[in-house]
Structure formats: structure tokens, C-alpha cells
């Protein structure tokens, strides 16, 4: 989320994950200046930000916790790894330091998640500890405003005339407070 936050993000098309590639060297390919203008470009637009839901090493989060704050976002976990990792249920694992991040997209008794190694989609079954939940907000970046508005000046002579405004402003003011309490 930090890297999104700072860079943007691009098109899959534009840097795809190919099944040829075969080290860590190509995997881990840098992106080209243009991808990254790219990215940049696209925080015109969407502003990423998160908060964490859950953080504390010591406790897994509470599972009522994950269901209401996934009404509004999918989550991002962070949990320890045991083998057998490659399987649709992973079995409980019992280290507690953090190892892998994977997404949350379902949750009654089981824990639905998303990965990205090899079976995809994995279930988390109850007492799973995950000690470190976030969730990520997108939005859209408002349109620069084309005419701000004036900026007024702090002090206004003492004239008559701005006296005179004043007590009509006052005046309007407590006509419409009049009528909005039925007076």
C-alpha cells in the first residue's frame, strides 16, 4: 500500500507475470521510467491510503473484527507460514511471526482468502493466527477547482455602509431561523 501510495500503479499488460520466467532476477524485473510516469499518473486520479483494522503480535484478530471491516473493503493479512502451504487448507500453524500477506475476501467460519502462490484460493480454518490485519481505501482525487474562491480580506473597514450589510445580514439570518423552528 506504501508503494501504491507513492508510485501509482499500472496496467498487468504493462509488466505481465509470465509463466517463462524461471529466477528471481527476472521476477523481480525494475520497472522503466515510463512505467513509473505512468503509475505517477495515475494518482491524479485515486489517492491509496489504508489503516490497520489489527495490530498485535501477541493476538490473532477476532473474527466478528475481520466480517464487519470486510462490508466495506477486502483486507490484507499477515500471518506465519507452515507446511503444507500449497493446498486449499493450509493446517493451523503454530509459529506466531508473520511471514506472508495474502488478501481476505470471505469470512464465516472459515477465513477465504486469496494468494498468490499455487492453490489461489486457500481457506484459513478457525484459530488461524493472524496478527496483522489492514484495510485499503481508494478514492478519487477531487478536480482542482478552476476559479477559487476569493480570499476575503480579515479586516473590513468600519464603514456605514458595510454596517449597513451587516444588519441585514443579521436581519435575513433571524427571518430564517424564525421560519426553520416555526415561530
Known amino acids: ?3 501504491m501510495r507513492k508510485y501509482g500503479l499500472i496496467p498487468y499488460e504493462d509488466m505481465p507475470f509470465s509463466p517463462t520466467i524461471t529466477d ?3 521476477y523481480y524485473t525494475q520497472p522503466t521510467p515510463d512505467q513509473i ?4 499518473k495515475l494518482l491524479e486520479l485515486f489517492a491509496f491510503n489504508y489503516e490497520y483494522i489489527w495490530q498485535n503480535p501477541t493476538t490473532s484478530c477476532p473474527i ?6 470486510l462490508q466495506q473493503a477486502p483486507l490484507c493479512i499477515s500471518t506465519p507460514v507452515c507446511n503444507p502451504w500449497n493446498q486449499v487448507s493450509p493446517p493451523v500453524c503454530s509459529l506466531t511471526v508473520p511471514q506472508h500477506s495474502t488478501l481476505v475476501y470471505k469470512q464465516d467460519t472459515l ?3 486469496l494468494d498468490h502462490y499455487i492453490p489461489y484460493l486457500k481457506e484459513f480454518s478457525e484459530g488461524y493466527f493472524i ?6 481505501i481508494v478514492s478519487i482525487v477531487p478536480a482542482p477547482v478552476s476559479n477559487p474562491t476569493p480570499i476575503l480580506p480579515t479586516n473590513i473597514a468600519p464603514t456605514q455602509k458595510n454596517l449597513q450589510i451587516l444588519q441585514l445580514l443579521v436581519s435575513l439570518w433571524q427571518k430564517l431561523i424564525l421560519l426553520l423552528t416555526g415561530q
Open 64 to 69: 466478528d473484527l475481520i466480517k464487519y471491516n
Open 24 to 26: 528471481w532476477n527476472e
Open 1 to 3: 500500500w506504501d508503494t
Open 37 to 40: 510516469a505512468k503509475g505517477q
Open 131 to 136: 496478527p496483522y490485519v489492514l484495510k485499503g
Open 111 to 113: 477465513t477465504f482468502i
